[in-house]
């Protein structure tokens, strides 16, 4: 098990930018694929971005393609996801997934990961 903790969460207006990061406990970090989720008010929490343990492959929600992008620091024990051009549909609760290996992994799937953060607000202003 590892320990999430999310953080650069914040209010942005429509157009702005926000980077947030998942700093992961424990020195197996670079085993763990991990996963960026978030939940709207009032709607069921949903994939935004994932990146294998190398970080060489990544996936996106449709929504976020071309605007947010999923990177890590395995040096750092830190996953980031950095968010452009945001818009009000993107406020939400942002949490942090991991899941040891990737076998068996579907990135979209939040019940194929096993450690969540708390969650961090971002609140996207028009």
């Known amino acids: 098990q590892v320990q999430l903790v999310e953080s650069g969460g914040g209010l942005v207006q429509a157009g702005g930018s926000l980077r947030l990061s998942c700093a992961v406990s424990g020195r197996t970090f670079s085993s763990y694929a991990m996963g960026w989720f978030r939940q709207a008010p009032g709607k069921e929490r949903e994939f935004v971005a994932a990146?294998?343990?190398?970080?060489?492959?990544?996936y996106y929600a449709d929504s976020v393609k071309g605007r947010f992008t999923i990177s890590r620091d395995n040096a750092k024990n830190t996953v980031y996801l950095e968010m452009n051009s945001l818009k009000p549909e993107d406020t939400a609760v942002y949490y942090c997934?991991?899941?040891?290996?990737?076998?068996?992994?579907?990135?979209?799937?939040?019940?194929?990961?096993?450690?969540w953060g708390q969650g961090t607000q971002v609140t996207v202003s028009s």
């Open positions: 997934a991991a899941v040891l290996g990737t076998t068996g992994w579907a990135p979209r799937d939040q019940k194929k990961y096993d450690n």
């Open positions: 990146i294998s343990w190398s970080g060489r492959t990544t």
